[in-house]
C-alpha cells in the first residue's frame, strides 16, 4: 500500500502533534486557529497539488488516503468549545435573571414574638438555631409551640419583594413564605398557605401537592427566594450558582406573606447552625468573580 513519503508532511505538522507534551497548554480556540492554518498552506502547496494531478483514475484503488490525526483534533477542539460557550451563556443568563430579582431585596427580620421556645434569636434579629432547650417564654397566641419556627416580622400584600437566607452547614431545614394567618399552635398542615423549600434526610424538596423531589446539583449554601404577589410567584434560587431551584407558579394569594423559617431539630448539635437572613450582594463584579 502506497503513502505519502515523510517529505510530503507539511511543515510545522508535527508540532502540532506533539505539542501535547509541550509545557504552554493549548486553548481549544488556539488549536483550532493554527490547525486552520495548517490546512490552509496543506491546499496551497504545490507538491501535494501536483501530486493528486498526476495520480491516474485506474490507480486510485491502489491508494488509501489516511485522516491527518489533528483532524480528529480539530473536531474535537471545535465540539469542546461550543460545549464551553454554551454551558458559559446558561451561567450567564442564569447570573443576569438572578440580578434583575436582586433589584427588588427588601430588608427583612424575624418576629422574637413568633418563635418557638426551643429557638435562640441574634439581637439584631437575623440569625436564628435551635438552642435544643426550651425558654420560659410567654405563650402569645402569634408563638409558635410545636415545631421550631418563627416568622417574619415585615408582610407584604403586592409588589416583587426579593431575600437570602444562608443554611451552610445545617442538616435539615424549612425557608419560604406563608400566609400570616397560618395556625401556630399544636399540629400545623402545609396543605394550604405554605409555599416553602426544604432538606430532609439529605433530599431537598419543594412542599407542593404533591411534594417534587429536587435533584440539586451542589449543596445549597444560601437560597435567594423572590416573590412576585402580584403574578402569583415564588421563586427559590441557589446564590453561589445563581441556577433556580423551583418556582411555584399561578399562585392566588388572597393575604398578607410572611418570611417562614423552620431550623428543625438540634438533633444532638448536629444540626445547630443558625439559619441567617443575610444583606442582598448588589457588588456585581465581586459576585462575578466568585462564579467565573
Keep these: 500500500m502506497n503513502r505519502f513519503p515523510q517529505s510530503e508532511l507539511i511543515p510545522g505538522s508535527q508540532e502540532i502533534i506533539h505539542s501535547k507534551n509541550a509545557s504552554v497548554e493549548l486553548t ?16 496551497l502547496t504545490e507538491t501535494n497539488l501536483q501530486f493528486l494531478q498526476d495520480v491516474k483514475t485506474s490507480d486510485l484503488t491502489e491508494f488509501s488516503v489516511h485522516q491527518p490525526s489533528y483532524g480528529k483534533t480539530v473536531m474535537a477542539s471545535v465540539d469542546k468549545l461550543k460545549e464551553m460557550l454554551d454551558e458559559e451563556m446558561k ?10 430579582m436582586q433589584q427588588f431585596a ?30 420560659n417564654l410567654p405563650n402569645n397566641p402569634e408563638r409558635f409551640d410545636t415545631s421550631a419556627n418563627v416568622l ?7 409588589g416583587r419583594v426579593y431575600f437570602e437566607a444562608e443554611v451552610r452547614g445545617k442538616t435539615a431545614w424549612d425557608v419560604g413564605v406563608v400566609y400570616g394567618s397560618i395556625g401556630r399552635k399544636g399540629s400545623i398542615s402545609t396543605d394550604n398557605g405554605f ?16 411534594a417534587v423531589v429536587l435533584p440539586l ?5 444560601k437560597v435567594g427566594i423572590f416573590v412576585d404577589y402580584d403574578k402569583g410567584l415564588v421563586s427559590f434560587y441557589n446564590v453561589d450558582t445563581a441556577d433556580l431551584i423551583y418556582s411555584y407558579k399561578k399562585c392566588s394569594f388572597k393575604k398578607k406573606l410572611l ?14 447552625a443558625p439559619m441567617i437572613i443575610t444583606p ?13
Design 28 to 43: 481549544p480556540i488556539s488549536v483550532y486557529m493554527c490547525l486552520s492554518q495548517q490546512l490552509d498552506h496543506l491546499l
Design 91 to 100: 451561567r450567564f443568563l442564569s447570573k443576569a435573571k438572578l440580578i434583575r
Design 106 to 135: 427588601v430588608d427583612v427580620t424575624l418576629d422574637p414574638d413568633t418563635a418557638h421556645p426551643n429557638l435562640v434569636l441574634s439581637p439584631d434579629r437575623k440569625q436564628v438555631h435551635c438552642g435544643g432547650m426550651k425558654q
Design 152 to 158: 417574619g416580622r415585615q408582610s407584604f400584600s403586592s
Design 195 to 210: 409555599w416553602t423549600i426544604w432538606l430532609r434526610d439529605k433530599v431537598y424538596e419543594a412542599l407542593a401537592k404533591p
Design 217 to 221: 446539583k451542589s449543596r445549597l449554601q
Design 259 to 272: 418570611l417562614y423559617i423552620n431550623t428543625s431539630s438540634n438533633k444532638n448539635g448536629r444540626n445547630s
Design 280 to 292: 442582598v450582594v448588589k457588588c456585581l463584579a465581586q459576585r462575578h468573580n466568585n462564579m467565573w
